[in-house]
């Protein structure tokens, strides 16, 4: 839990990113969590998948911008990635972050922006939302509402809902009545106890019950996790209730848990995994490294040698 913490709090750091974007060893390491530096240099390792019957959801490393310009880049890439997935024909959709639209300067730009990617996605594509901290909760989900009931409606875009949260349940019964689809995880960020279930049983209780709600409304969820646990209890409840395996799919990140990736697609389950791509990977490094400290040992190690 300690260096749970830590690692969290260094995530958050500029003078680490600098230094470890400078570093080729830092930068090697983390190309177990990231698929390149470019939208081309992703590209084969999702062919990789694909050729696995696994699905992807692309995403452009980057979040927190501080300007107009910064979330035309943005907007830039995330245009290039949907013509990228159409020309190539990859088995992809994309997640895009929305403080990397500017959410936290300029919520009306970030609505344009994400309007115009949803409009390049088409109804043949599909743009999911992921979730930020808490103190951006409330913003994602009425951006994607403001999306789902705008003119005109764009139903292409989904978002994530985090099972530490104690007002999910609430945001689930929300997005269900609408008809929103979810990605379903158990939240990667540093939460207070005010917000957030502290301890790991209460997490993963709220997962199942979550998981239980998302399979009764017939709409096609993702579930995204590595937890074997978790897996488990989204397939038992899904045949205790004759939910068949293509009404729903699992989800799990680039370079974790690949046993398992492929492992489940042979069972019959479908599968997607999020590879993200980009040079401002530090802060998501920092969070897969927090996920599972053994990580750390494994980078220390390297840098030992
Ligand atoms: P848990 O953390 O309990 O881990 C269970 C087991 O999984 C571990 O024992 C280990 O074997 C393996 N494992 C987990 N993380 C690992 C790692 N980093 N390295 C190696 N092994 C690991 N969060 C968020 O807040 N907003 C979001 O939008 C998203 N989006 C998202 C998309 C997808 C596709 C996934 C899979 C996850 C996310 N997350 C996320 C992250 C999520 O909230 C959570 O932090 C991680 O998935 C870890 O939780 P698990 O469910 O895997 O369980």
Redesign the pocket.
């Known amino acids: 839990m300690v260096v749970r913490t830590l690692l969290l709090q260094l995530a958050g750091s500029h003078w680490l990113e600098v230094y470890a974007r400078n570093n080729r060893l830092s930068r090697r390491l983390a190309r177990r969590f990231v698929a390149g530096d470019s939208l081309e240099e992703a590209t084969e390792p999702i062919r990789q998948l694909n050729a696995q019957k696994i699905a992807v959801?692309l995403d452009f490393l980057g979040e927190s911008v501080a300007d107009a310009g910064e979330v035309e880049a943005a907007e830039c890439v995330a245009l290039q990635m949907l013509q990228h997935i159409r020309r190539e024909q990859l088995d992809a959709n994309i997640s895009v972050k929305l403080t990397a639209l500017g959410l936290d300067f300029d919520e009306q730009l970030c609505r344009a922006t994400l309007g115009r990617i949803l409009t390049a996605a088409g109804s043949d594509g599909f743009v999911r939302i992921?979730?930020?901290d808490s103190s951006h909760t409330q913003r994602t989900l009425d951006t994607c509402m403001a999306m789902w009931n705008g003119t005109p409606a764009q139903h292409n875009v989904g978002v994530?809902i985090?099972a530490y949260l104690y007002r999910s349940e609430e945001d689930v019964k929300a997005l269900l009545k609408a008809g929103v689809r979810v990605?379903l995880?158990?939240?990667?960020?540093k939460e207070q106890a005010t917000v957030a279930f502290r301890h790991?049983h209460e997490v993963d209780a709220n997962y199942l019950r979550l998981a239980g709600m998302l399979l009764d409304s017939g709409l096609y969820h993702g579930f995204?996790?590595?937890?074997p646990a978790?897996i488990a209890g989204v397939q038992r409840y899904a045949a205790e209730h004759s939910i068949k395996p293509e009404a729903y799919e699992f989800?799990?990140?680039y370079g974790?848990?690949r046993d398992l990736q492929t492992a489940l697609v042979a069972e019959g389950y479908r599968m997607r995994v999020?590879v993200p791509f980009g040079t401002h990977w530090y802060p998501y490094f920092m969070?897969?490294m927090a996920?599972?400290p053994a990580?750390l040992w494994f980078v220390l190690r390297n840098m030992a040698r």
Do not use: P
């Not at 995880?185 to 960020?189: D, F, I, L, N, V």
């Open positions: 959801s992921d979730m930020e994530v985090q990605r995880c158990k939240g990667a960020y790991k995204a996790t590595h937890d978790m989800q799990m990140l974790i848990r999020y969070r897969r996920e599972r990580n």
